[in-house]
């Protein structure tokens, strides 16, 4: 069995573990429907499909008709978004926190996170706890992106710290399967977005949290 070590950093996902962006994500894909007087999806249906972005909201709400159509209903869902990024969106309950709290343990903090670098910049100043962060690794910062290793690998790598002394926090089967494949500690966020039909009991995390401060009792297992 691996023995846990105190992490020297902790990476996180940005949607649906930081921050909560479905509304706002919702609302983009709502305005791409309503151009096309489709109709639109509710909270309760776009929600789960969140932490999948564009392709997948879209994919959802076209059918197959977005594989015929992706780039420019892409363009248009980004379009909306990129003018109403920050609208409804707000740290989960805790973050805030638990920042605060890694930063006096002396943990570092970071994010990895499949958005695109553009929107993380449009949406992270809002936000002045991640804004500060030292290290923001996007969906395009390098040439692949999770569920491939080395956005987390290139992120500890910024941070100055080896991947096995690093945690990794995320709500979807992506952040687990990189997060494993980078030799880190994976968390699974079950407050973010998963869909019922996700078995995210056989996505093979070390460890799971309710809410974002139950990181911390985690943390204080192995003090």
Not at 19 to 47: C, F, I, M, S
Not at 105 to 111: K, N, Q, S, T, V
Not at 140 to 167: G, I
Request: charged content about 15%; proline content about 5%.
């Amino acid at each position: 069995m691996q023995t846990i070590v105190m992490p020297q950093a902790v990476l996180f996902d940005l949607d649906g573990t930081l921050l909560d962006t479905a509304d706002d994500l919702g609302a983009a894909l709502n305005a791409v429907l309503a151009a096309e007087q489709r109709p639109l999806v509710a909270a309760e249906h776009y929600t789960p499909l969140a932490s999948h972005g564009s392709a997948g909201l879209l994919r959802f709400a076209f059918g197959e008709q977005f594989e015929q159509r992706k780039d420019e209903l892409r363009q248009k869902f980004l379009a909306y978004y990129a003018d109403h990024v920050a609208v409804h969106t707000r740290l989960y309950d805790g973050v805030e926190l638990l920042l605060q709290q890694l930063a006096a343990r002396g943990i570092l903090a970071g994010i990895v996170t499949n958005k695109p670098h553009a929107l993380t910049q449009l949406v992270l100043p809002y936000f002045p706890s991640l804004q500060a962060l030292p290290v923001v690794v996007s969906g395009d910062t390098l040439n692949v992106a999770k569920p491939h290793p080395q956005p987390l690998l290139h992120a500890a790598d910024q941070l100055q710290v080896v991947a096995s002394r690093c945690w990794y926090v995320g709500d979807a089967e992506r952040d687990i399967q990189a997060g494993r494949a980078a030799g880190m500690h994976t968390v699974l966020a079950r407050y973010g977005y998963i869909h019922a039909n996700d078995q995210p009991e056989a996505w093979g995390a070390h460890a799971a949290i309710e809410q974002p401060q139950q990181l911390l009792e985690l943390l204080s297992l192995i003090d």
